[in-house]
Each structure stands twice: as C-alpha cells, then as structure tokens.
C-alpha cells in the first residue's frame, strides 16, 4: 500500500500512439484518426464523414428522433472499426444535438452497448475551446487574434483567442439545421422566409458582437462545412481550381455574391446546379450562409479563412494533453485549462482558499494511500482535487446548506473549461456530498449516474468528508496524512503541529461512508511527530 505524497501523474502518450476522435455533431458525424508525433504534436492518418441527421427542430431540440438514433448509433459502429485498423483508442464528443435532448440517455447508452463507444457530452463554451484547439493546428496565426466561427447543424460557436488561450466564447442556438427546419422548410424559398430568418439571427448576434469588439481580433476562421462549402463556392466564382479547401479565403463581398446565388436558386433542385456546393448540404445551405453573412456583418468581418481542422483535431489534442504530466490539478503551479478554471471558480469565496487548498493536499495524501482499496486513476484523482477546491464555492450563496449551493453552482456556472458535462457532474457530486447526507438512491442526480460513476462519487465524497474534517478549525493543524493496514482495518496516521483533538473527533463522526466505501473499517492515530517527508499532493 503507498503512503502518499506522489503526484499520481500518468506519463503522456509517446510519439507512434494512434488516437482516434468523433465529433458528433447535429448534421454530421466526422472520425479522425492521429498518430502522434510528440506529446503535443499529430498527423492524420484518416479521415470519415457521414452525415447523420442526428438533430432537427425549428426551436429547441428535445428529441431525437428513433430513426435519427439509429443512424447515429451505425455510424459509430462503423467509426470504432475503422479506429480497430489502426488499434487507436477512440474518444467521442456531442454537442448541441445530443446536449439539448430529453432523450440523451438513449442514444448515449446504445452508443455504449450496441456500437462499443462512449459518448462524451460537452457544453456550447467546451465545444468552442475544442474547436479553437483545433484550427490552431491547422492556420499559422500563433502572433494574431483570432476569431473563429463554427456553424454547426444545431448551434454556432464564436470565439476570440490569441495563441492557445481563449478570451472570450459565445455557443448560440443558431444553426443550419435548426434555421432551416423554422425558416425554410416549404419551398419555394420566399423572400419573406428570408427577411424573418435575417432577423431572428440578428437578434441573437448582439451579445457576441459587444463581447467580439470588446477584445477585438486581426483574423477571422470559419471552421464548419457551411463555411467550407461557402468558401469552394466563392473559389469557383473565381474561376479556381484544386481539391484542397483548407486555408482558402473569401471577402465579405464575395460572400455576399455566394449568397445571392443561393437565393436565386429558390428550391433544393435548383442549389444542386450551383458549382462548388456539396449536394448533401442543399437543403440546409441557405440558412448557414445567410447566418455567416449576417455575422460578417454585424462583427465587420471583410475577409475570412477557412480551416478544415476543428472540434475533432482540437479533440486530438486535447486528449494528448489530459495524458500530459504537466496537465492536472493535482501538481503545483501547472498552467493547463482545466487548473486554472477550477482555480478561478474556487474565487467565489476567497476567504475559504487556504482552507480548500489545505482539504485538497490531506484529500490527495489519503487518495494516494489507498489507491490498492479503491483502485482509482488519474482521472479520479483530478475529480477529487477539483472537487476539494470547490465544496465550499456554495458559502457566496448562503452558508446554510452550502454543500447543496456548492452542487448548483459547480453544475451550472459556465467556468470550468476543459472539462465534459460528465466530468462537471461528478466533480459537482463530489463536492455536494462533501458534509452532511451521504449518496442515496432517492437523490434523483445521484441515481441517474451508472453504477461505476456512483462508486467513484461515494469513494472521493467519502475521502473529501475525512480531509474536510481533519482541518476542521481552519489552522492546519493536521499536517500530513498516511496509512497502513491493521488486520481488517485501515490506519490513517494523522501528523498533526499542535492540538488535533476536535480534527480527530470530527473525522471519527465522518467516517461511515469511507469505510462503506472501501468497505474496511477506518480507524484515526495520531502523533505529534515531524514525518521524514513533507512532499504534498
């Protein structure tokens, strides 16, 4: 059994791995498959693309449809092959069809059993982070600001970043999809539907213009296949030739002359003859373009550049740099997105920060000592840290059932980066059960976890409530934490600078759920004696 003190960082992948990578999306389905070149760095190998149809609905999408499902669920039977070829390990992420539907749980549980893929859920601001991941491989604008404008089937993502860092993001329930079916879905194309869906998307436009001007950017990258099919379009007016899509740029006024065609053509039979537009995006074509032409627009965009690279590339990399040592909250002083989000939102209460950052250390030193009982990774360690930085974030709202407000605010404040909605879940959980009730089937967000999910929320909350105890004075008295195995029992070594007895008494009333847990018996010995090693979490 280890004693803590480890940082529990699991080294990155090395140059040769394979990843594979599914975004998928409300129109269609894309499959990346990398293979790493260094731990920050891929190349594509392969590439798949089918458009599914998931998501349709002129306001919000609530359902999927059985049909759509079912397409859905081929299609990733038929991307894990394809990731089986090159033995790559697949991640998977949703966004604002699945992210929206009441019936999520269907399509994300076929997707489990019937095509072996789990599915990720992600928020509008997680979608755009990836996204913005994804173009910076591919545009060499490491010195400019960015803006960049993905229009998907059910949402547009707008985002200002300047090298890796994202300064600002909006996710709008405004797509081509989601356009169409409320604007066009009678033909022929009228230039009253055309007037109403100007301003609807007009309407929708003012926040992310005032927050665009306020950070201001030097280039605009459209990264959707509406901007891509948009951008072949204009090229072909132009008399160009070529394969290649990636990196070609269009003007505003040739955008608008994209436009004008696509509304001279009044019906899907007629857009099928104009050159350059993919025919399986006729139907859809004129909504997403007339979306981008009112945001160039409204955010004077006069010249834009097209990226083939996007969510599933930022994906790529993402995953390489959750593998990455330098990736994690549980090490000091680490830059990555998801540590400094999580430190930002643990801002709420300022007052209570030398108290969390001291529960995170104790909570980390006990994680690492019991690693043989619980038998949980990295992943779970990351969870546990976050968790301990957060439980009392809910004080900014009322004292009085904090750990409750703590769970809202976690759940629904739109700061923690880099992580899915799963994750977020988890973390909120963790940090809800920290005090107070332990996890019940009755509580309805607990009982919709899967039965390993549960596991890991009452194992960490059962770790978490012992930290939190251990400095219960707020004095970090309890300096240091390790244990060992008496018989059937677990020992935890309380290291304690001074007076530990209310520490010790409290941990006592606390230990029920630990010892449920990781199903031993908890028992708590103190000494006042310095450790050889001070080494922290």
Do not use: W
């Amino acid at each position: 059994m280890t004693t803590g003190g480890s940082d529990g960082a699991s080294a990155g992948p090395g140059p040769g791995q394979v990843l594979a990578a599914i975004d998928i999306g409300t129109n269609s389905f894309h499959l990346v498959v990398a293979r790493t070149t260094s731990a920050v760095a891929f190349e594509i190998i392969a590439r798949e693309k089918e458009v599914v149809r998931l998501g349709s609905g002129s306001g919000d999408m609530k359902r999927l449809a059985p049909a759509a499902i079912d397409r859905g669920v081929d299609a990733l039977r038929r991307f894990r092959r394809i990731a089986e070829i090159s033995d790559a390990g697949v991640r998977a992420i949703a966004t604002s069809a699945v992210r929206e539907a009441d019936n999520r749980d269907e399509f994300l549980r076929r997707a489990r059993d019937e095509a072996g893929v789990e599915v990720e859920v992600v928020s509008g601001l997680e979608e755009a982070r990836l996204i913005h991941l994804g173009v910076l491989q591919d545009v060499a604008a490491a010195d400019v600001r960015l803006l960049v404008i993905d229009i998907g089937g059910g949402s547009t993502e707008f985002v200002v970043g300047e090298g890796t860092e994202m300064l600002a993001a909006r996710s709008l329930k405004l797509g081509a999809i989601r356009l169409s079916d409320r604007f066009f879905a009678e033909e022929p194309l009228t230039s009253g539907q055309v007037k109403r869906c100007r301003t609807h998307v007009r309407a929708y436009l003012g926040p992310v213009v005032r927050e665009v001007r306020r950070h201001g950017f030097d280039v605009a990258i459209g990264s959707s296949g509406t901007i891509l099919s948009v951008a072949e379009m204009a090229r072909q007016r132009r008399g160009e030739s070529g394969r290649a899509v990636s990196n070609i740029t269009f003007t505003r006024k040739e955008l608008g002359k994209v436009v004008a065609t696509l509304l001279d053509a009044t019906t899907v039979k007629q857009r099928l003859k104009v050159p350059g537009l993919d025919a399986r995006r006729a139907d859809i074509i004129v909504a997403g373009a007339i979306l981008l032409e009112e945001a160039a627009a409204a955010l004077g965009i006069e010249e834009m550049t097209a990226s083939d690279y996007a969510l599933r590339e930022g994906l790529v990399l993402d995953t390489l740099q959750r593998s990455s040592p330098s990736s994690s909250l549980i090490g000091e002083g680490t830059a990555d997105i998801r540590s400094r989000s999580v430190r930002r939102l643990s801002q709420l209460c300022p007052e209570e920060r030398d108290h969390a950052e001291h529960c995170r250390r104790l909570a980390l030193e006990l994680f690492d000592a019991t690693t043989e009982l619980h038998d949980l990774g990295g992943e779970a360690r990351e969870f546990l840290a976050a968790a301990a930085l957060l439980a009392n974030v809910g004080i900014a709202i009322s004292h009085e059932r904090h750990h409750l407000h703590s769970y809202y605010v976690i759940r629904h404040a739109e700061h923690l980066r880099g992580f899915t909605q799963r994750e977020v879940e988890l973390i909120a959980q963790v940090a809800r059960y920290h005090r107070k009730s332990v996890p019940k089937a009755k509580h309805q967000a607990f009982a919709s976890l899967s039965s390993v999910d549960q596991r890991l929320v009452r194992t960490l909350a059962g770790i978490l409530r012992i930290a939190v105890a251990l400095d219960r004075t707020h004095a970090g008295v309890v300096q240091r934490l390790a244990c060992r195995r008496e018989g059937s029992a677990l020992v935890v070594e309380v290291h304690a600078g001074g007076e530990a007895s209310l520490e010790l008494y409290t941990a006592e009333e606390r230990k029920e759920l630990l010892q449920s847990a990781l199903e031993v018996d908890v028992r708590f010995q103190a000494t006042s004696s310095a450790p050889p090693s001070l080494a922290g979490g």
